[in-house]
C-alpha cells in the first residue's frame, strides 16, 4: 500500500529553537496534511495544502506541499513549551482514504 | 467549527461484553466517517470508511462481524466491537469529513478501550 515516509521519528529541542519535520513519498500526493496529537487525545489539524508549490502559514507554523507532490515539510518557528506532542503527516491521493506518516515526537525543554 | 465529539473517553469492560462507540459531528454533516485504531507510539490504523446509509467499507484484515459499524445520520455514526477480548484493547478514533475527496478529516478524541 501506500506509504509516507515521516522524519525525523522524534526531536529533542529546547525552547525557543526553530523545528523542521519532513514526509516523502514515491507516490504523487493530491493534498497534505499536517495533524498534531496530545497524548490521550485524537489529532488536531494544524495546515492542509492543496496545490503543489503552496506554502501555508498558521501562526508560529509554516508547512509547504513540494513541487514533486511527493513531499511536504512543517516547520514551527520559536518553539514552546505547549508544542509537544506527536506530529503527523497525512495525504490524499485518490478518494477520501488518508494515508499517515509514523509520526515525529517532538519534546521541548523549558 | 468542524468539531467531532467522541463517546465514551475511556471504557473498562469484561472480556465477552460488546462496547459501542459513538461519533458524532457537531457542526457540520458528515458525509464520510472513518474508524481508525492506535497501538501505543504508532500511527493510525484505518479499519474502515462509512458513508450515511450505506454500509461500511472494511480495510484487510479487519474482521466486519467484530466490528460493527453504523452510519445512520450525516452527524452520527458507531463503533460497536463485538464480544470483546484483551487483544482488541486499543485506542480507537474516529473522524468526520464533509464533501468528500479530497476534504481534511477532522477527529474526535478518541476512546481507549480496556478489556480485562
Known amino acids: 500500500g501506500q506509504q509516507l515516509n515521516q522524519s525525523p521519528q522524534s526531536m529533542f529541542i529546547q525552547e525557543g529553537e526553530d523545528v523542521s519535520m519532513n514526509c516523502t513519498s514515491s507516490?504523487?500526493?493530491?493534498?497534505w496534511l499536517w495533524y498534531k496529537q496530545d497524548p490521550g487525545e485524537g489529532p488536531v489539524l494544524l495546515i492542509a495544502?492543496?496545490?503543489?508549490?503552496e506554502l501555508t502559514s498558521n501562526g508560529r507554523l509554516t508547512a509547504q506541499f513540494g513541487i514533486t507532490r511527493k513531499d511536504s515539510f512543517l516547520n514551527i518557528s520559536a518553539s514552546i513549551p505547549s508544542d509537544v506532542g506527536i506530529y503527523f503527516c497525512?495525504?490524499?491521493?485518490?478518494?477520501?482514504?488518508?494515508?499517515f506518516g509514523e509520526g515525529t515526537q517532538l519534546t521541548v525543554n523549558p | 467549527g468542524a468539531v467531532v465529539s467522541q463517546h465514551p473517553s475511556r471504557v473498562i469492560c469484561k472480556s465477552g461484553t460488546s462496547v459501542k462507540i459513538e461519533c458524532r459531528s457537531l457542526?457540520?454533516?458528515?458525509?464520510?466517517m472513518f474508524w481508525y485504531r492506535q497501538f501505543p507510539k504508532k500511527s493510525l490504523m484505518l479499519m474502515a470508511t462509512?458513508?450515511?446509509?450505506?454500509?461500511?467499507?472494511?480495510e484487510q484484515g479487519v474482521e466486519k462481524d467484530k466490528f460493527l459499524i453504523n452510519h445512520a445520520s450525516l452527524t452520527l455514526s458507531t463503533l460497536t466491537v463485538t464480544s470483546a477480548h484483551p487483544e482488541d484493547s486499543s485506542f480507537y478514533i474516529c473522524?468526520?469529513?464533509?464533501?468528500?475527496?479530497?476534504?481534511?478529516?477532522?477527529f474526535g478524541d478518541g476512546t481507549r478501550l480496556s478489556i480485562l
Open positions: 462509512s458513508n450515511e446509509g450505506s454500509k461500511a467499507t472494511y
Open positions: 473522524s468526520a469529513q464533509t464533501g468528500g475527496g479530497n476534504q481534511p478529516q477532522h
Open positions: 507516490s504523487i500526493f493530491n493534498t
Open positions: 497525512a495525504g490524499h491521493n485518490s478518494g477520501s482514504r488518508l494515508t
Open positions: 457542526d457540520f454533516q458528515a458525509t464520510t
Open positions: 495544502l492543496y496545490k503543489a508549490g
